[in-house]
């Protein structure tokens, strides 16, 4: 039983910084990609961030590049996204997902964890 749960969300001014964490459970954690993938009030999915199992290959949406840094324990089971400069247009619920085969396709996905931006 494959469980995803965000946490670490919630109302921050712009400019300040948050760091998203995801326990990751029922799986081997360490055998496959992950992603944060986010979804703002009235919009559709946003992929925003992407990891290989070993955690030495990442990628960025434009949107988020130079502000976020995703990262993982593999040891804890762990992935995290690493929050800063934070601006209104990243007021979202962020979402970590499980990629089927290293192909940016996910089959599982955690609750959401929801991050405001507002002053």
């Known amino acids: 039983q494959v469980q995803l749960v965000e946490s670490g969300g919630g109302l921050v001014q712009p400019g300040e910084s948050l760091r998203l964490s995801c326990a990751a459970s029922g799986f081997t954690f360490s055998s496959y990609d992950m992603a944060w993938v986010r979804q703002a009030p009235g919009k559709g999915l946003e992929w925003i961030s992407d990891i290989n199992s070993s955690g030495g290959i990442t990628y960025y949406a434009d949107s988020v590049k130079g502000r976020f840094t995703i990262s993982r324990d593999n040891a804890k089971n762990t992935l995290y996204l690493q929050m800063n400069s934070l601006k209104s247009e990243d007021t979202a619920v962020y979402y970590c997902?499980?990629?089927?085969?290293?192909?940016?396709?996910?089959?599982?996905w955690g609750q959401g964890t929801r991050v405001t931006v507002s002053s």
């Open positions: 997902a499980k990629d089927i085969g290293s192909v940016m396709e996910y089959d599982y």
